[in-house]
């Protein structure tokens, strides 16, 4: 398949192939689903830490004497039920969240994302972006240039601070190099747009 090709100007300058097993496949939603949840899980950090009997500082001691009181018997101060005590099945930073996805299923959910890119018209071909040095304006100009709504996702075919830090103040706007492409980033963000070298990496996926 092909898509229209468009200068830095919004104009079309003609038309970009396709690569039918990336841009055109079947869209599986199941899939997706399962490589967002993928990629978050693994993403997680385990921060909220809770410490155990072992952990806590102070006495063992027994409050008090078993019996005679007419109390409830009590063992150390540091009881989970007492202020300052050890925290009962509390999170602990030693928990693995990370769960496993085979790569070719990732790489067919990456594909379903795209597909549906493509499917629901939020995908655009640009020629080529170049901007004469490090200018919000300039890359603020070029981008309302281009029919895309809500937000875009720009993807780079290799690192260019030019554009990158010129893209890093808008708000609306995140730049990702084309080997970082992930779920997440591709639903968050409704446009897609890609340079033509951009595509040509990704074409080459799947052969």
């Known amino acids: 398949m092909k898509a229209t090709l468009l200068d830095q100007k919004g104009k079309e300058k003609g ?48 409050i008090y004497r078993q019996k005679g009181t007419g109390r409830a018997r009590m063992g150390g101060n540091r009881s989970p039920i007492r202020k300052k005590g050890w925290v009962v099945f509390g999170p602990r930073n030693t928990t693995n969240y990370s769960i496993s996805m ?7 959910a990456l594909f ?54 010129s893209a890093s103040n808008l708000p609306y706007v995140k730049t990702i190099h084309t080997g970082y492409l992930n779920i997440a980033d591709l639903l968050k963000f409704k446009t897609l747009v890609m340079l033509k070298s951009s595509v040509e990496q990704v074409n080459a996926l799947a052969k």
Request: include cysteine.
């Open 112 to 165: 379903s994302v795209l597909s549906s890119k493509v499917k629901n018209k939020e995908f655009l071909v640009v020629d080529d972006i170049q901007l004469k040095a490090i200018q919000t304006k300039a890359m603020s100009e070029v981008i309302s240039a281009l029919p895309y709504e809500k937000n875009i996702l720009l993807a780079l075919p290799e690192r260019n601070e030019i554009l990158e830090k």
């Open 15 to 62: 038309q970009i192939d396709l690569n039918d097993a990336v841009f055109k496949c079947d869209i599986n939603e199941n899939l997706v689903h399962r490589a967002l949840m993928y990629q978050l899980a693994n993403a997680r950090l385990g921060l909220a830490h809770s410490k155990t009997r072992g952990e806590r500082r102070g006495s063992t001691r027994k």
């Open 102 to 108: 085979n790569r070719k299923e990732r790489q067919k």
